[in-house]
């Protein structure tokens, strides 16, 4: 039996709006960093609960969220258990 857990990760894509914005900017300033943080699977961008722009950030475990900073650079950073990502 393993510890994972998963959630659907889906989040909407817009190249064209993400890349001048400024919360894309601080993610890519702060990729290398979130990812070094063991049980981190990916970081991207998208909307707090309240549908403010966030940090997203893929976590392995429930463990690895408390890891995670809860905000960066004034973003809040929302993170999602998807368990290993596995690219195709």
Do not use: C, W
């Not at 510890?3 to 894509?13: L, V």
């Not at 601080?26 to 943080?37: D, F």
């Amino acid at each position: 039996m393993n510890d994972f857990e998963y959630e659907d990760a889906a989040m909407p894509y817009s190249p064209e709006s993400e890349a001048s914005s400024l919360v894309e900017h601080v993610r890519q300033s702060h990729e290398q960093q979130l990812m070094a943080i063991e049980g981190v699977e990916g970081v991207g961008i998208g909307n707090d609960s309240t549908g403010n722009d966030a940090i997203i950030v893929y976590v392995r475990t429930k463990d690895a969220k408390t890891r995670v900073p809860s905000s960066v650079d004034g973003y809040p950073v929302e993170t999602i258990v998807t368990g290993i990502i596995d690219a195709y």
